[in-house]
């Protein structure tokens, strides 16, 4: 395949993408229907947006494990003090200081001990609910142990929960966007 147009294609790929979000099409409501009735954490067989997921190192080959994310939108609600409390200082809306994508990187890897999280994306939100794309590299497997390039990072045990995924690190201010 010539490289000219494969690069073309994903840009197509990833301008379609966009356009689906943008204009709301009825793929994107069913979409977002059938993620608001599975589970917080789930597998799924390829990546939703393709082009961005080969963008932040997505390869299809054994090793590479892609999972959806589901995050509650807004700030962190804390249970209501029942005994002895002056009620003024009952805060109870906290920003938990993360964004939502690195708690998905979290979440997804507590989920499967045995993957390290790569990276990961938006696909979607609705009302209540934000989206993520969480790609997973088995650390273990010889297809990622002979590539020198996945075999650094899928070392690095607990990326997710050290801040070292790019959300990570933009959250500790080591990124500028």
């Known amino acids: 395949m ?3 147009f494969a690069m073309g294609l994903y840009k197509y790929l990833k301008e379609t993408f966009q356009q689906e979000h943008r204009e709301a099409s009825p ?3 069913k979409r977002l229907v059938e993620w608001r009735r599975a589970g917080v954490v789930e597998r ?5 947006n ?6 932040i190192g997505y390869k299809d080959k054994q090793g590479f494990v892609v999972v959806r994310a589901k995050i509650k939108r807004g700030r962190r609600k804390r249970p209501k003090p029942d005994l002895g409390r002056k009620p003024s200082k009952s805060g109870r809306f906290f920003s938990p200081k993360k964004s939502l994508q690195r708690i998905a990187e979290e979440r997804a890897a507590s989920r499967y001990p045995n993957l390290e999280v790569l990276n ?3 696909v979607g939100e609705d009302g209540g609910h934000k ?3 969480v790609i997973m590299v ?3 497997h010889p297809a990622i142990k ?3 390039s996945l075999n650094r990072i899928a070392m690095q045990k607990g990326r997710a929960f050290r801040g070292l995924t790019s959300s990570g690190k933009k959250t500790r201010g080591l990124r500028y966007r």
């Open 2 to 4: 010539d490289k000219g």
């Open 27 to 29: 793929l994107y409501k």
């Open 44 to 48: 799924i067989e390829k990546p939703t």
């Open 50 to 55: 393709l082009a961005r997921a080969r963008e």
């Open 120 to 122: 990961s994306y938006w």
């Open 131 to 133: 989206y993520y794309e």
């Open 138 to 140: 088995d650390s273990n």
């Open 146 to 148: 002979n590539d020198p």
